[in-house]
């Protein structure tokens, strides 16, 4: 059974890089699938930020490309995101999952910005 | 970008309801489609992806039907369960989901 699981700060400054972390485990990143990060401002809907191939071949949201990076660590068999010159705009619950369709989800973890 | 539209953003319903939500495309993404149940607190769910393929474990009464720019979600015999947050996601050129249809108690 495939169990995703992110990690990372709860709180980050506003202008300073968010990071998050998500664990794999019953599957290998290097499996033929997508890889990716969603997230979900508090009463908000879903918005997809981007995905990775295990390949390293990363796509993005156009309204977030400047400021993302997604990438794929195999010795660790996790994947992680990066964005940049946050704002309170970025507060969310941030999901990883897998697949192009989402077949598997972390449980979500709640980013916010604050001084 | 490829948007898209799902409508209504709320339906109200009772126990036993045939339920439809319809999501568009701004562009054509063939059967490149999912569709999500989301409950408060909690990760979404697949229910449906190609379109009208159902993921194993879910229910038979949802299904999804369509292709193109216009795709529908429909719940027959809606059950108390079921009363949850829907979303619609194309995949066919990176990834957008639709804004989302609650689905109330009437």
């Known amino acids: 059974q495939v169990q995703l699981q992110e990690s990372g700060p709860g709180l980050v400054k506003p202008s300073e890089t968010l990071s998050l972390t998500c664990a794999v485990s019953g599957s290998s990143v290097i499996s033929s699938y997508y890889w990716g990060w969603i997230r979900q401002p508090p009463g908000k809907g879903l918005e997809w930020i981007g995905s990775v191939y295990h390949s390293g071949s990363a796509f993005y949201n156009p309204s977030l490309k400047s400021r993302v990076t997604i990438s794929v660590d195999t010795s660790k068999n996790q994947f992680s995101l990066r964005l940049n010159s946050v704002t309170a705009a970025d507060t969310a619950v941030y999901y990883c999952a897998r697949g192009q369709h989402l077949v598997t989800w972390g449980q979500g973890t709640l980013v916010t910005v604050s001084s | ?106």
Do not use: H
């Not at chain 2, 229910?47 to 027959?76: C, D, M, N, Q």
């Not at chain 2, 369960?81 to 050129?93: E, G, I, M, V």
């Open chain 2, 1 to 106: 970008d490829i948007q898209m539209t799902q409508s209504p953003s709320t339906l109200s319903a009772s126990v036993g309801d045939r339920v439809t939500i319809t999501c568009r495309a701004s562009q054509s993404i063939s059967t490149w489609l999912a569709w999500y149940q989301q409950k408060p607190g909690k990760a979404p769910k697949l229910l449906i992806y190609k379109a009208s393929s159902l993921e194993s474990g879910v229910p038979s009464r949802f299904s999804g039907s369509g292709s193109g720019t216009e795709f529908t979600l429909t719940i027959s015999n809606l059950q108390p369960d079921d009363f949850a947050t829907y979303y619609c996601q194309q995949y066919n050129s990176d990834s957008t989901f639709g804004g989302g249809t609650k689905v109330e108690i009437k």
